[in-house]
């Protein structure tokens, strides 16, 4: 995997372990997508984003989180930064406190946001 920076955010014990990834194309961030999927077993969920610039494209993805709490909040770190050809992945690992939408929406845009 072609990671460019990755970073670690606790929310009441819950693990947010982002990642951020140069890809040019889809079929690359479907064989990232796997790897992580394959390292991460234990995870309880892993959410993404993804922008490409050509031909555009862009996904988000919240793994079972509430809709729009995840891969939203992930896509829209990117698109104020108005950056290209990344993929955004946070795994996440439950730590036993429910945030709610609102925790996790803010959890989702930190851990992204941290990779900058």
Do not use: W
Not at 23 to 40: D, G, P, Q
Not at 56 to 67: H, I, V
């Amino acid at each position: 995997m072609n990671i460019v920076t990755q970073n670690l955010l606790i929310e009441k014990k819950s693990k947010f372990y982002s990642y951020l990834f140069n890809v040019n194309n889809e079929e690359e961030i479907k064989r990232i997508l796997l790897e992580v999927k394959s390292e991460n077993k234990k995870a309880t969920h892993i959410c993404y984003a993804y922008r490409l610039k050509i031909p555009f494209s862009e996904k988000a993805f919240d793994d079972g989180e509430p809709s729009g709490t995840a891969g939203k909040p992930i896509l829209m770190v990117m698109q104020k930064k108005d950056i290209f050809n990344c993929l955004i992945v946070v795994v996440r690992y439950f730590g036993g406190t429910k945030l709610g939408a609102g925790g996790l929406i803010r959890a989702y845009s930190k851990a992204s946001s941290m990779l900058f």
